[in-house]
């Protein structure tokens, strides 16, 4: 905890220094817009009393700017030592001699120059900050200089009193001066810089070449690279104290070039800030929304377990701008990536403690003091066997927390998904057998591939525990956002909002799977490798006629092709339900510009694609110029076929949704193609017609202009009943139906009379609902007739044979 509250209070300092060094800078760019001192060619003989004054003023002024800084005359003082002490380690640390050295004193070294290479930043920061100064005092003084100088020579052909004359030239003599010492310590500062940046590319050059041959040496991880542990106890001795002790100063040291890394960075820092900020304010929101029950539209919402974070807000807020953190700082250090690493476990034990009970929470305290001892263990310098029985310590009590971890079922408590947890158990015995690898690795004197093991397990089981933890905030933040009230204002996320969801959640744990992997990756350093076989699969090559194809423009080819296919639906998909849907526009219109656009992007993809591949424009009008008559006679209909659909669309005689019948199928329109349309018929069918039908053919479309549709029902009763009544009722039946228009209104009929029956017919509109509702107006009149007694005429041979027995 101590080395997390001083990580937590270095941190802060360092922003503070950050936004006072900003303040600065801002009031420096302020004044110097302000200086622009040309008030003219000369001054005036009455004004030079006055002027004078006024100019004595601005170069004492300037004078005082110029005294030399603490901070400056240290780095006179100290550059010549400093920058011999460099020169020496580029001597000493020939290539022979690094390549005979161990990683573990190879990245000691790396350490020491890195933090030899941020001192000499940091001086040259100091240097180029004091070089702004001394050039804006030097442009002054020569603006000075020639605007008095001048003044001189109008004065004395003005023929000025002798005395005006003498003043103007101590003024002179006063700029000269200060001018003169302006350009000694001007020199001196160049002079320093020179050397800065010439040490420092030389340092860089000695820390790029130990970088390489880590690489190399790295790739010797199963060979046998130190003594072994027995033969070491012949000549050393135990002396875990010292080791400890030399480990934290290490620590320390490393703690220092931390917090130079950041006074580098003031404008990442500041960038850093604002977007803590942003997020502070974001989780914040949330909080406030949470509690006051505003947050979700459903009161289902609030008791899922899966949104407990936002009664978290500062550690939810913590964790996220960790996680902005590794975009911001992209060229971190290793020694600030492992403080990054322990400062994070705050907030991930903040959380943890929300959803895990307490008997598993104990697991997580013990697996953050073998990660920070982990972290000791790789700080530590020289003590060969102290760091051999340490390492071999670590791997020994990370085996029994694994075994711990099984044995308790420790992970039924964080997640309920067996397949997850199965696995986790299965990774768990493999990290075991692993660990029992790096023991004997140790022993054997294979350090390399024991601390690749050991570090790769702790990296492996740290990142899990963050990764998970931020994967479960991304998610819940998604569908929070997705079930917001906010969220129905878009007719896209309203109708898409599950399928959106679920693809959000699954890029989301997809994402940080990947990212977990390239992690570990790197860690067990294996990752350059991936790389090259990668490069060296994308170079293979082959020549087609004069074009080159490889395996990368394949790759390429492909992904644009998806990229292209992607697009054109996300865009029908927005143009349809979220632009469209909000305008009424006229029939088919929609459809005719959703249909231009996706072809314009499906070609204009194709030609990337095909252009990706090296076929340019010339050999594209090649290759269609001679396969055309082929093409022509090949694949007539389909280009037939093609037209037609594109006439469709711009003549708009179907349209989607339409009822139509052609080629004796009578259904309604499900999607126009580029070859073909479907159509959905009334028993369920689908039926393919191609578009080419649709010109040629004659089409009877339903609903073209127009969706009402007339419907008619006949009704005989008998010859007696009350012609005024049955029409009344026939009327106001169909009138009362719901899918009845009103406009035109039902008109009911005497149709017909025979010998022995009465012949109605009602006229009645529907748009909609034609085959129910024609049913429910034919029942309700048939049960309207018998309510009132009018009866259903007979059947001729019982119509005579009643009146015969009359």
Request: with cysteine; hydrophobic share 45%; proline share 2%.
């Amino acid at each position: 905890m101590y080395i997390i509250s001083r990580i937590f209070l270095n941190f802060s300092i360092v922003l503070l220094l950050s936004c006072l060094s900003f303040g600065s800078s801002t009031k420096l760019e302020t004044e110097q817009t302000k200086t622009k001192e040309e008030i003219g060619k000369f001054i005036g003989v009455s004004d030079i009393p006055s002027a004078t004054s006024n100019i004595l003023i601005k170069i004492k002024k300037i004078s005082d700017t110029l005294k030399e800084k603490k901070s400056i005359v240290n780095i006179h003082t100290n550059l010549s030592p400093f920058v011999k002490s460099i020169q020496d380690i580029i001597k000493e640390s020939s290539t022979d001699y690094l390549t005979n050295l161990s990683v573990r004193e190879l990245k000691k070294k790396q350490n020491e120059w890195m933090s030899l290479l941020l001192e000499l930043k940091e001086w040259e920061k100091e240097l180029n900050s004091r070089i702004e100064v001394f050039d804006k005092s030097s442009n002054k003084l020569e603006s000075y200089s020639k605007l008095w100088t001048q003044t001189y020579l109008n004065a004395t052909s003005q023929l000025a009193p002798k005395a005006i004359l003498n003043n103007i030239s101590n003024v002179i003599a006063n700029i000269e001066n200060l001018r003169n010492r302006v350009k000694k310590k001007y020199d001196l500062l160049i002079t320093d810089l020179y050397i800065i940046n010439t040490n420092s590319l030389a340092l860089q050059v000695k820390i790029d070449e130990n970088t390489n041959i880590q690489k190399e040496v790295s790739s010797r991880v199963f060979y046998k690279n130190e003594l072994s542990l027995s033969t070491i106890f012949d000549f050393s001795n135990i002396s875990m104290f010292s080791y400890l002790n030399s480990s934290f100063k290490t620590i320390d040291e490393k703690m220092n070039e931390f917090i130079i890394y950041y006074k580098n960075q003031n404008e990442k820092v500041l960038f850093f800030i604002f977007l803590y900020i942003i997020i502070i304010i974001f989780v914040g929101v949330f909080n406030y929304l949470y509690k006051i029950r505003k947050l979700f539209v459903f009161e289902s919402s609030y008791n899922k377990k899966e949104f407990f974070f936002i009664l978290l807000p500062f550690s939810t807020s913590l964790l996220l701008i960790m996680l902005f953190n590794v975009f911001i700082f992209t060229d971190i250090s290793d020694t600030a990536k492992q403080f990054q690493r322990l400062f994070i476990l705050i907030p991930i034990f903040r959380i943890f403690q929300k959803f895990i009970n307490r008997n598993s929470l104990k697991y997580l305290y013990i697996f953050f003091a073998l990660f920070a001892l982990s972290i000791v263990e790789r700080n530590a310098n020289g003590f060969d066997l102290n760091a051999r029985l340490f390492s071999i310590s670590l791997s020994l009590a990370l085996i029994f927390f694994s075994i711990s971890l099984i044995r308790n079922r420790v992970f039924e408590s964080i997640t309920k998904k067996t397949f997850i947890i199965k696995n986790i158990y299965k990774l768990l015995r493999l990290c075991i057998v692993l660990l029992i690898v790096s023991i004997g690795a140790d022993i054997y004197g294979a350090t390399l591939l024991a601390t690749y093991i050991t570090n790769g397990i702790f990296v492996s089981l740290y990142s899990s525990i963050v990764f998970y933890t931020i994967t479960v905030i991304l998610t819940g933040y998604t569908i929070i956002l997705l079930r917001r009230r906010m969220a129905t204002a878009s007719f896209m996320v309203e109708k898409y909002a599950s399928d959106v969801e679920k693809a959000l959640t699954i890029f989301i744990k997809l994402f940080m799977t990947l990212w977990w992997i390239l992690i570990i990756v790197k860690t067990i350093g294996i990752y350059p490798h991936i790389v090259d076989a990668k490069n060296r699969i994308m170079e293979l090559s082959w020549m087609i006629g004069n074009s080159t194809i490889s395996v990368e423009s394949i790759f390429d080819f492909f992904s644009i092709i998806i990229g292209t296919w992607f697009i054109a639906k996300l865009i029908r998909m927005i143009l349809e339900v979220e632009i469209f849907s909000r305008f009424n526009l006229p029939r088919g219109f929609p459809t005719a510009i959703t249909t231009v656009v996706n072809y314009i992007i499906v070609i204009g993809g194709t030609f990337i694609a095909f252009s990706s591949l090296g076929i340019t424009t010339e050999q594209f009008t090649l290759i269609f110029g001679a396969l055309g008559v082929g093409i022509g006679f090949g694949i007539r209909n389909i280009i037939a076929n093609f037209i037609s659909g594109i006439i469709m669309v711009f003549e708009r005689p179907v349209q989607i949704g339409d009822t139509i019948e052609i080629n004796n199928s009578l259904g309604t329109v499900q999607s126009i193609g580029t070859r073909s349309s479907t159509i959905k018929t009334f028993d369920g069918s689908e039926v393919i017609i191609p578009n080419a039908d649709f010109i040629a053919k004659e089409i009877t479309n339903w609903t073209l202009s127009d969706e009402r549709r007339r419907k008619t029902i006949i009704f005989k009763v008998a010859l007696d009943s009350n012609i005024e009544e049955v029409l009344e009722i026939m009327q106001r039946v169909a009138t009362s139906h719901p899918d009845t228009l009103k406009d035109p209104k039902p008109i009911s009929t005497l149709l017909n009379f025979s010998e022995y029956y009465l012949e109605f017919k009602i006229y009645f509109w529907l748009n909609s609902n034609l085959i129910v509702a024609h049913s429910d107006i034919t029942i309700n009149i048939y049960k309207a007739l018998q309510e009132a007694n009018i009866k259903m005429p007979l059947p001729k041979q019982e119509f005579f044979k009643h009146e015969n027995n009359q």
